[in-house]
Nanobody
Framework: QVQLVESGGGLVQPGGSLRLSCAASGFTFSSYAMSWHRQAPGKERALVAAITSAGGGTKYADSVKGRFTISRDNAKNTVYLQMNSLKAEDTAVYYC??????????WGQGTQVTVSS
């Protein structure tokens, strides 16, 4: 079955960096675009960044452009989100997603990122 497992979240001070990882299994990873989303308390889940299946194309939310970088390693079935210059407003649960695939989206369990001094 499709599984997405995020890791790398934690507590970081403003201006710091974190790298999130999402390990995928149960499908042909190299055939699908992947994306990262986040959900802050009281807010809807929103797209942060996306990457095409081969990694040649990316897109970002305006709020993270120039600070976050999405990448993937198809040999390791893993997608990454490098987050630099973190701000308090980046605090959220971060999820990776694949889909639509077989008629639905698949989500990981999420990883908490807290930016605070």
């Amino acid at each position: 079955q499709v599984q997405l497992v995020e890791s790398g979240g934690g507590l970081v001070q403003p201006g710091g960096s974190l790298r999130l990882s999402c390990a995928a299994s149960g499908f042909t990873f190299s055939s699908y675009a992947m994306s990262w989303h986040r959900q802050a308390p009281g807010k809807e889940r929103a797209l942060v960044a996306a990457i095409t299946s081969a990694g040649g194309g990316t897109k970002y939310a305006d709020s993270v452009k120039g600070r976050f970088t999405i990448s993937r390693d198809n040999a390791k079935n893993t997608v990454y989100l490098q987050m630099n210059s973190l701000k308090a407003e980046d605090t959220a649960v971060y999820y990776c997603k694949v889909g639509p695939m077989m008629g639905r989206d698949y989500w990981g369990q999420g990883t908490q990122v807290t930016v605070s001094s």
